[in-house]
Every structure is written in C-alpha cells, then in structure tokens.
C-alpha cells in the first residue's frame, strides 16, 4: 500500500513537470521566445551594467538631493499605508463572518477588497493620472487604493481566524457589538494586522519607485529624469540608496514583527 502511495506520488510530480514545459514550451513558440538567444544576452548585459553603472565621486554630490527625494517616497508610502489600514479595519470588520453587521455590508466591503485588489498599482496610476495629473497626490491616491484592497482582504481573513469561543463568550452575556470586537476581537487579530501593515509599507516603498516614474514624484521621478538624460553614473546612486533603504525598513520590519507575534 505504501508502495503504490508513493508510485503514484512520483507519476504525478512526473506528470505535474511535463505540464509545466509543456506550457512553457508553448508560450515561448507563442510568444515567439528565444530561449537560447536570451541566455546569449546574458553576457552584454552584464559587461554593459559593470561598465556604465558605477558611482563616480562626482556623483556623490548629488546624494543630498536624491535622499530628500527617497524621503518624499517613503514619507508618502507610510501615509497611503496608515490611511489605508485604518479604512481596512473598517471594511474587515464589515466583511468578515465574525463580525460583519448584516449581509449587504459584507458584500459591499469583499466587492472593494476585490474591486481595488486586482487592479494593479501601476495601472491605477495610470488611471489616476489622466484625472490628478503628474503630482504627489496621484502617486499618493494609486499606493492607497492597491493598499486598501490588499489589507482590507487580509483584515477579513485575519478576522475570521480567531477563535470564536470569546466572540461567543460575550454575545451570550449581551455584550454591544463595540465591546465585543475591542474586547474579543481586536486582541486576538491585532498582531497579524499590525504585521500586514508592516508588510505593505515595505512593497508600497518599492511601489513607489515605479509609480513615482509615471506620476513624477519622488525617488521614481528623479530615477527616470537620469535615466532619460543617459546619466547612468547618478542612475546606480539612486539604485543603490533604493536598495539599502528597502534592507534597513525589511530588517526593522521583520524586527517588529518578532515583538509583536
């Protein structure tokens, strides 16, 4: 018995990797995807990266004016992510199973989790941009609305994981529905909330970057403004003070959530 258990395991994993270079197959000849012309490129564009993209002395002057810049990115990645859990928190609350008010508000806040979710950030700026303009508060609008999505459907998971015996507990003492989730609710789904947050500042900082590019502000703007002037000497400075900020915020993040869970 456990040898057939374990020929049946090996056939699937067999017929699961066929599956898979199958469809690949197929999409490279769709796509019309040269597998061994791209491995040739590999080459090139690792001489032209070690070529152009170093940091000259010179370009250290301009650091300054990049870090205000990478400011305005993360200052704007915090608030869309603080105003956007709070609404989440709302919305959880409606749309989840434990503590959703009546049927229609669950419907209603599960429609915006996916409505808003599924969208991706890059074409809500995009969308945005054509009613705000090039300004912060397009870049702002379009990290809230793919924020607000994404938290406000893993408050709702979150919500619906808790244990019910406390829920339970003070709905047969009569307790109001306000006393109920500060006291019952709130404690238990706190910590994994609060790790969510955390979560999406560090993808909306990175978000950002490139939302930055389409709307014109912050560290994406001042990425694509050398870019496009073949100043790739301040283009590796912008690039590498991105990376060490998005090292310093994971590793304070991941600090955080140890404490907190």
């Given at each position: 018995m456990k ?10 994993t ?6 898979i270079i199958?469809?690949?197959y ?12 791209g491995?040739l490129?590999?080459?090139?564009a690792?001489s032209?990266?070690?070529s152009?993209l170093?940091?000259?002395?010179e ?7 990049i ?7 993360i200052?704007?990645s915090?608030?869309a992510?603080t105003?956007a859990?709070v609404?989440?928190?709302f919305l959880?609350?409606?749309?989840s ?5 009546n049927?229609?508000?669950s419907?209603?806040a ?5 409505f808003s ?6 074409a809500?700026?995009l969308?945005?941009l054509?009613s705000?303009?090039q300004?912060?508060l397009?870049?702002?609008l379009?990290l809230?609305?793919?924020t607000?999505?994404?938290?406000t459907?893993a408050?709702?998971?979150?919500i619906?994981e808790a ?6 507990a003070?709905q ?10 500060s006291k ?5 789904s706190?910590p994994?909330?609060l790790?969510?947050?955390?979560f999406?500042i ?23 403004m050398y ?6 000497n301040?283009?590796?400075?912008v690039?590498f003070?991105?990376?060490?900020t998005?090292?310093?915020i994971e590793?304070?993040?991941n ?7």
């Open positions: 040898e057939k258990t374990i020929r049946k395991s090996r056939w699937m067999t017929i699961a990797f066929i599956i199958g469809v690949t197929f999409s490279a000849v769709i796509t019309d995807f040269n597998f061994i012309e491995a490129t590999f080459p090139a690792i032209w990266i070690a152009n170093w940091i000259t002395a370009t250290w002057e301009r650091l300054p004016a870090l205000t810049k990478l400011n305005e990115t200052f704007m915090i608030a992510t105003l859990a609404i989440s928190l959880g609350l409606m749309g199973q434990t503590t959703k008010v049927n229609i508000f419907v209603i599960r429609f915006i989790a996916s979710r599924n969208i991706p950030v890059v809500w700026s969308i945005l054509i705000f303009g300004n912060s397009t870049g702002f379009a809230f609305v793919g607000l999505g994404f938290l459907r408050f709702i998971e979150t619906d244990e019910h015996s406390a829920v339970e003070l047969a003492t009569g307790a109001t529905y306000s006393h109920i989730v019952a609710v709130l404690p238990q706190l994994q909330m790790s969510w947050i955390l999406m560090e993808t909306n900082i990175r978000s950002a970057t490139l939302v930055g590019i389409l709307t014109g502000t912050g560290i994406g703007y001042t990425f694509d870019y496009k002037s073949l100043n790739y301040a283009v590796a400075l690039t003070t991105i990376v060490i998005v090292i310093i590793l304070i993040s600090r955080i959530r140890k404490v907190i869970l």
